[in-house]
């Protein structure tokens, strides 16, 4: 009797085995990535989307001090990101015809840390206090507000990988 269980034994999992090779199969032709994170994109595309996005930045904070007060700071970051959005839509279907789709996300938590590792506390600090709001980093300086970041994830996808990177974007005229 312990022969037969054993030649039943070896036949279910020849029957198991057989069956998974379609399966792998299937699993192979997907192309699956398992980690679509650290997949790369082998052009320029994410420097570049920094770039413009920095241009953009200077351009559309350069005048934020000089009509925004301290107690309007909520509505310079508003301004701020009313001017910044064309910029960001064009980003996204700039490529398209390449193949290549770009989505540029604010990034809230990521303006935290900047601020949190850039900006001096204490009595001692030449300007007023920062705060981040909607992924903007600001400061009080003369009364008056002043942008100083801006926190973006952007994401890639080519035909070939796709690409995920959280950046800060500052709006100095020496880059980032």
């Given amino acids: 009797m312990s022969r037969e ?35 790369t994109v082998e052009d ?13 930045l200077i351009s559309a904070s350069s005048d934020i001090p000089a009509r925004h007060g301290w107690r309007d700071r909520s509505d310079a970051v508003t301004a701020l990101r009313d001017r910044l959005r064309p ?15 770009v989505e540029v996300t ?4 990521r303006a935290q840390v900047w601020e949190d590792e850039h900006c001096p506390r204490g009595p001692d600090r030449d300007f007023g206090p920062c705060r981040t709001d ?6 009080e300086r003369d ?3 002043h942008v ?13 990988s796709t690409a995920q990177v959280s950046t800060v974007v500052t709006a100095s005229s020496a880059g980032s």
């Avoid at 604010?106 to 938590?109: A, T």
């Fill in 5 to 39: 269980r054993g030649q039943l034994v070896v036949l279910a999992a020849a029957a198991i085995a057989i069956a998974l090779v379609p399966m792998a199969l299937a699993y192979l032709q997907l192309g699956y990535h398992a980690d679509v994170q650290t997949a």
């Fill in 106 to 109: 604010y990034n809230d938590s």
């Fill in 148 to 160: 100083l970041a801006i926190a973006v994830d952007v994401y890639v996808t080519t035909p070939d």
């Fill in 134 to 139: 909607r992924a903007v980093v600001i400061q």
């Fill in 44 to 56: 320029d595309t994410v420097p570049a989307v920094e770039r413009t996005l920095h241009q953009s």
């Fill in 87 to 101: 910029t960001v839509d064009s980003l996204s279907t700039a490529r398209l015809a390449d193949g290549t789709a």
């Fill in 143 to 145: 009364g008056r507000t």
